[in-house]
């Protein structure tokens, strides 16, 4: 419930502050007072209207969804719109999009204005149908809650299905592309470590010239091996030592030789090249071959797509006639609740003055509600046809049959100027209608007839002093007057105050 509204410098009004309390709310004045400028500014603040005014502050007392956008619930949420070149929205002194707060709004505010038939949406048809039917049958929202799981994993399986049709159609580009990249790693068989064996060996072969010219110099001193073998002998020199070092050095000499290497130096390079191509495709020879083994999984799985298709089928179908049995049961309950819908909206409509509606269920396709399409028809005529307020009438209605059925609604209701163009009695009617709606939502009016003003529980006039707007909450004496100015113009007769009393 909004407790308190605060608007600044919103055109004639400087500033104006309300007080509210539960129940409905009515805004009268004179035409050109700025009542409905008033009302836009409060609508501004939930970004669902323009308005010039460059600052409004509205308290509320209820707990919001808040959480998804990162807002934390107050004891008393602040929403506060401020305006300079652009208008900027707050919630709790937090920024908030205009796009996320008109999908914050919409939870919990009914803006009835426009000529919409969105509160007719078959969705919240069909819920109402089943809440009815749910109060008669204790298992009827198990069976419902079934049919919604076995429904999404019909889709889940569904959208698998349809993805494997897709690769389908490209299966065998894949496969010869998958199998192709196999051949590809498996013909050059690579070895952990072969690469840098390779390039090792590789910068040995560009320097043999070198080597062996080195070596053919440095090969002189096995000539000197016997000379100095006698010479440490004549000394007593244990020569040992000597002879030792020699041959290790001559089995590094032979090391280094290429002479008796079999090996072909055009098929090393072909080999280095091919096996440089694997690392620069896959980053390591490591790489290439965990890619290799994925390429055949891949290659496995798209050679395993008829039996993943084959089974997705057989589970898709085995939904869908689960689902059309289900669907089937749910239009026959459905159907038993039809007329009591039907009768308890027509009760309000014939209150409201309205002709009655009938509603017909037909078959749609098939979706998480079913199979069903609540249609609503008034005396042959579309949606389209109405006035605004018919629509308006008939969605009074409607939120009066849920709130009914449901026995739970809360929220903020917004109606500008809804008894405007009515018949004395049809004003009463939607003031009776709203009275009983005020149970469960905060209601906001613009009135233009003594009937549905009489009903409020906050009754604020807005009028023009001079070039400034103001607004302020009336009672007793001064109510009457003002039901009575709407009853016979500024010239106020004793008859209207005497009728004026009688409706209070």
């Known amino acids: 419930m909004i407790e308190s509204i605060l608007i600044k410098e919103n055109l004639g009004f400087k500033q104006a502050k309300l007080e509210l309390e539960a ?66 929205y707050f919630i709790n002194n937090q920024l908030i999009s205009k796009k996320n707060l008109v999908l914050l709004s919409k939870k919990f505010v009914k803006y009835l204005s426009a000529k919409e038939n969105n509160e007719f949406s078959n969705e919240r048809f069909l819920n109402l149908l089943d809440f009815m039917q749910s109060k008669e049958d204790k298992k009827f929202q198990d069976f419902l809650n079934e049919y919604k799981n076995i429904y999404k994993e019909y889709i889940e399986n569904k959208t698998k299905l349809e993805k494997i049709q897709e690769e389908e159609k490209k299966v065998e580009e894949l496969k010869e592309f998958t199998s192709f990249e196999i051949q590809k790693i498996q013909s050059i068989n690579p070895k952990i470590g072969e690469f840098d064996e390779l390039m090792s060996f590789k910068k040995r072969l560009s320097k043999k010239d070198k ?210 163009n009515l018949s004395g009695k049809e004003a009463m009617s939607i003031a009776e209608v709203l009275k009983e709606l005020a149970k469960f939502y905060q209601i906001f009016a613009i009135s233009h007839l003594p009937q549905l003003s009489s009903r409020a529980n906050n009754h604020f006039l807005v009028e023009k002093i001079g070039n400034e707007s103001r607004v302020r909450k009336i009672e007793r004496e001064e109510r009457v007057r003002e039901l009575a100015r709407m009853v016979s113009g500024e010239n106020i007769t004793q008859e209207a105050l005497e009728f004026t009393r009688t409706l209070l």
């Open 23 to 88: 129940g409905l709310t009515v805004f009268t004045g004179l035409s050109g007072a700025g009542k409905s400028v008033l009302f836009k500014a409060i609508l501004a603040a939930f970004a669902l209207s323009e308005s010039e005014a460059k600052m409004v502050e509205i308290l509320l007392n209820d707990e919001l969804e808040l959480d998804e956008f990162g807002i934390q619930n107050e004891e008393l949420n602040v929403f506060k719109l401020l305006k300079d070149k652009s208008s900027r």
């Open 211 to 420: 080597i062996d010219a080195a070596w053919n110099r440095a090969s002189r001193i096995f000539e000197l091996e016997s000379a100095v073998i006698e010479a440490l002998q004549i000394s007593d020199v244990d020569s040992s030592f000597f002879s030792e070092c020699l041959n290790e050095l001559r089995a590094v000499w032979e090391n280094q030789s290429f002479d008796d290497f079999d090996f072909d130096i055009e098929e090393v390079l072909d080999r280095i090249e091919k096996l440089s191509s694997l690392i620069s495709k896959y980053g390591s020879i490591e790489e290439a071959l965990e890619a290799l083994e994925k390429k055949k999984a891949e290659l496995a799985h798209y050679e395993n797509l008829s039996f993943e298709k084959k089974e997705l089928e057989e589970k898709v179908q085995s939904a869908k006639i689960l689902l059309d049995e289900k669907s089937q049961r749910l239009s026959t309950l459905r159907k038993k609740r039809l007329k009591e819908l039907e009768k308890l909206l027509n009760f309000y409509l014939e209150k409201l003055y309205m002709k009655e509606v009938k509603l017909e269920l037909k078959d749609y396709a098939l979706s998480i509600l079913g199979k069903d399409e609540v249609g609503l028809n008034i005396n042959e005529t579309s949606l389209r046809d109405l006035s605004s307020g018919e629509i308006n009438r008939l969605r009074l209605s409607f939120i009066a049959t849920e709130c009914n059925v449901t026995n739970k609604a809360k929220g903020i209701i917004f109606l500008d100027e809804i008894d405007a």
